[in-house]
């Protein structure tokens, strides 16, 4: 469900399975007519075509095994509001980035599967999507509901399809890990309209973002939720000359095109756990706070 | 009539200039001559709350301006107030300088280049600069002035019942700080939301409904700014946040010069406002994360285009 970059990314590569049936949902209608006629491709970090049965009518999907939701967060409960009853017996994943995903999609369906991706790309033109970054999706059991043995079974196919997917008893990790890097990046990049590279070579603009960075870690540390990895590493990683220093984050690009932006996901997810869990996040309120006054400046009369 | 000076021709220089004109000698001081020849030739007009066009003398040379001015005030933008001063220095010997920028440390940046007796002032009126000799007057709040080097409240009055007599408000203090800062902590707070927001300074700025409502982010970095004048041993005149409550209400929505700066791509006074602001916190070891957040997006926007 949503078949932007990242969804298209899993139905083009699933599709390729002899034993799964793919169907691409979305409203693009221009997309998937194209993905109808001509199939989906995806080009760059690697050709594949793909030829998933694409469509934008909730009521033409059969009753699934797997859903795997790939919207902007604040899309999620519209696309699962039209498609829970494919999933009435079956589990839906979310690949989606930020925090509260999994809570919105429990709301309609039994059994939710968390899931964190690093694959990326971008909508190219209807039926094609540039595929730029390769990478692995972690998979995890949201709740006591979910069988941990169709966990695996959604990460075998993916992996077996092209896209290396793991299993694991708690998603949380990866997930915090990703959400961390990008809530203390994306919106700093958004507000200042540097690139990741420029903001981190800024002493004083770094040590914001290490300040964004301590607050997801506390709050993540207060759920007993243990990061794969210490986002201020891959923070620093990414801005060399040669990984990610001219890269325009997201929200950069949402901003400039006027679109919404998912910081009510990111940084006030954090807000939001932070407040469940006792712990204070001044900065993450802040920084959402001006990006929400960012996206109000659109709709000025 | 007395003699008097306006170094700078923007919104806030044209207003007092074009005022001022009604009841003094005015000339003006420009950077550019063509600048000043369009005012001396056509006059200075002025339009919204007013309507008249002033005649004045105008000049783009400082060698040029009357000896005997007995007041001038430098009405640049604080970005502009280094390389102004220094052009002035050995002029208007026998002149009042009357500085009116927006921030911290205006006073001290002119004192550092004459001897000239030195007055404050802040300013709350605003305008639009619609070409090189028409100014549209929008706010008619007043401008505070008050003493700083060898001047007295006395002196701050006359000057006050000058501009008055001209047709704009101003009130005299015997300590200007209290107003300053004020004003100091509402624009640090409200010129750099709107910088980085693109928001004009509208209601948003004083919602407070929803948890992540730009008003509570308003009211924490208000509160900050509180904190530091507490510190400084400053007590302020307003509250900065019933200044920015008010302003909301007036229904009309205010495009803060910082804001105009960044969505022209020009330097803005975020060093002279925000700087200043977060500076004064660390000589007086408050800590202000939200100020200091401000200060630093807002730079790093401004780098963005400029560097």
Known sequence: MGCGAVGSLFAAHLSLLDDVE?????????????????????????????????????????????????????????????????????????????????????????????????????????GHVQWDVKGETTLGPFDGRTPEAEVQRLADACTRAGMPAEAVDDARGPQWRKVIFNASTNPIGALTGLTHGRVCERPDLRALVTGLVDEGKAVAAAQGIELDADPEELIDHAARKDVAYDHKASMLQDVEAQRQTEVDYLNGGIVRFGREGGVPTPLNAAIQALVKGVEASWTQS | MTKVVVAGAGSIGSLLAAHLARVADVTVLTRREEHAVALREGGLRVSGRGDFTARLGATSDPGALPAAAELAILACKSTDLEPLAARLEGALARATVMTIQNGLGAEEIVAAHGEWPLLSAVTFMSGTRRGDAHVEYVLDTATWIGPFRGTTEADARRVAELIEAGGLKAQAFPDLR??????LVFNATVNGVAALTGLPHDFHFAQTEKRS???????????????????????????????????????????????????????????????????????????????????????????????
């Open chain 1, 22 to 126: 793919t169907w691409a949902f979305d409203l693009n209608e221009l997309h998937i007519a194209a993905i109808n006629r001509d199939g989906l491709r995806l080009s760059g970090a690697g050709e594949v075509v793909g030829h998933p049965r694409g469509t934008s009518d909730p009521a033409a999907l059969p009753p699934c095994d797997f859903g795997i939701v790939a919207t902007k967060a604040m899309h999620t409960r519209p696309a699962i509001a039209a498609t829970a009853h494919a999933f009435a017996d079956g589990c839906v994943a979310t690949v989606q980035n930020g925090l509260g995903n999994e809570e919105e999609l429990a709301g309609h369906v039994e059994r939710v599967i968390r899931g964190t991706t690093f694959p990326a790309g971008k909508l190219l033109e209807p």
């Open chain 2, 178 to 183: 209290p107003a300053q800062w004020s004003k």
């Open chain 2, 213 to 307: 409502d730009l008003g509570h982010l308003v009211r924490d970095l208000v509160d900050e700014g509180k904190a530091i004048a507490a510190a400084a041993g400053v007590d302020l005149h307003d509250d900065p946040w019933e200044m920015n409550v008010l302003a909301t209400r007036r229904g009309h929505r205010h495009f803060p010069s910082m804001l105009e700066d960044v969505e022209a791509r020009r330097p803005t006074e975020v060093e002279l406002i925000n700087g200043a602001l977060v500076r004064e916190a660390d000589r007086h070891e408050v800590a202000v994360p939200l100020q200091t957040t401000l200060y630093r997006l807002v730079k790093a926007r401004e780098a963005s285009y400029l560097e």
